[in-house]
């Protein structure tokens, strides 16, 4: 049985898996950390939300890991990239793994991040959002921290994939292979089961992701559920089941 | 046994139900037929993305049915309002309830619509566009019909609930009541038992649809997945399954 978190998890709903020995040994095996972009099939369709050059942008990566688009974007003519973690254990990584001289690694809590006004061309984050309780304020701070026409673009877990009160799929008496929603409008806590026990996501529906970046100021100019294609499935196997629903969801705006 | 729908089925996938004895005897008994917009829960949400003030404007609504939009729209002061639909039924019955000197209702196939550049304020359109095949091109004409700055203003099937290969709800060996998603990102016809057999809807995703208004000269302004509140659920009971997956979409964009 995977042991459960503990020690780690505020009262304020702020949880760090990743400094839990338990959950790091196995989570760094995983292709998208083993591998870093290679790893990550949604990466091209992120990718081509970003401006098509990143020469002398500032960027800031919330939710960095072990740095691998930090590192990216550093490599790609970035003037500056600032990754934000909580994990210690993540940061030393990065700082191992992917540091250069334009990429600044930095701890702090995305629950209670203040950023400075203007700051930024691109604001990024890979899959880090769904953990969070206060969204709302930290969309607020990413529109207050970006140049007017700054752009964010993120990846979540889908809706779709996270709104089930539990996960997993289930084959029902007709014989189909089905994802079960049965909460899709109950937002709020949904509890996970992902190497350890208790791993606390924050559901949310999709008219809530994109309202909360219209009411803070943006456009939307990119939305990706993420499928992938029969060529991927081929190679990927696995993979068939995005077909039944989509795992990530990926979207671009800009600041007005 | 439903019967099942016949010979108003065109190769090209257009379909007109309306006009079936079958289906028509038992749909004008829906509350929303029978009661107008006081019988459309959804409403409120969609009025609140039209303009505060209708006066003077020149309105399209596409799919236009008995009229009860049209009239809405023709007594809160718009200059002019068309109303298109493919049923003589529907046009008949509109013609005999829902008609002002503001209103010019037309019979016409919204699969193959062309319309006259600039010369509409806002277009309309409720829960029609999930039957068309040809949505992309209607946009395409819609947008080119709206003055800059006009309003687009739809409904329609909500994609988690159009999107199953089956209708219905499944109560699961967990106990649990269930929306089985079984092909959410395979897009094309669903067929659906709706008073009739077969009748034929299209299931796009919520990607398909964002990107349809983007590519189309469109900013998102508007997105509700329409949800009852609690109070509604008192008086209406049945509305406790929008819980675990809407049923309808709502969608506001302005053009650029």
Request: glycine share 8%.
């Amino acid at each position: 049985m995977a042991s459960k978190v503990t020690g780690t998890s505020s009262a304020e709903g702020s949880q760090n898996i990743y400094d839990t020995a338990d959950f790091f040994d196995q989570y760094i095996k995983l292709d998208r950390q083993k591998l870093g972009l290679e790893g990550a099939p949604e990466w091209p369709r992120l990718r081509a939300m970003l401006p098509d050059s990143l020469d002398s942008l500032r960027m800031l990566d919330l939710g960095c890991g072990m740095g691998w688009y930090a590192r990216y974007f550093a490599e790609n003519g970035a003037a500056h990239v600032r990754g934000i973690d909580i994990s210690e254990n993540m940061l030393d990584k990065a700082r191992a793994l992917n540091k250069t001289d334009a990429i600044e690694y930095m701890k702090a809590d995305l629950e209670e991040l203040k950023l400075s006004e203007g700051e930024y061309d691109v604001v990024f984050s890979a899959l880090a959002f769904h953990y969070l309780v206060n969204l709302p304020e930290l969309i607020q701070e990413v529109s207050r921290a970006l140049k007017p026409k700054g752009r964010l673009v993120f990846s979540i877990e889908h809706p779709i994939y996270l709104g089930p009160t539990k996960g997993g799929f289930v084959t029902i008496e007709d014989g189909r292979k089905i994802w079960p929603l049965d909460a899709y409008q109950r937002e709020g806590l949904r509890i996970r089961n992902w190497f350890v026990d208790g791993v606390r996501k924050q559901h949310r529906t999709l008219g809530t992701y994109i309202n909360l970046l219209l009411d803070s100021g943006f456009e939307l100019t990119d939305f990706v559920e993420w499928c992938p294609t029969e060529e991927d499935v081929k190679r990927s196997p696995g993979w068939e089941t995005e077909f039944i629903r989509p795992t990530f969801l990926l979207v671009g705006a800009v600041k007005k």
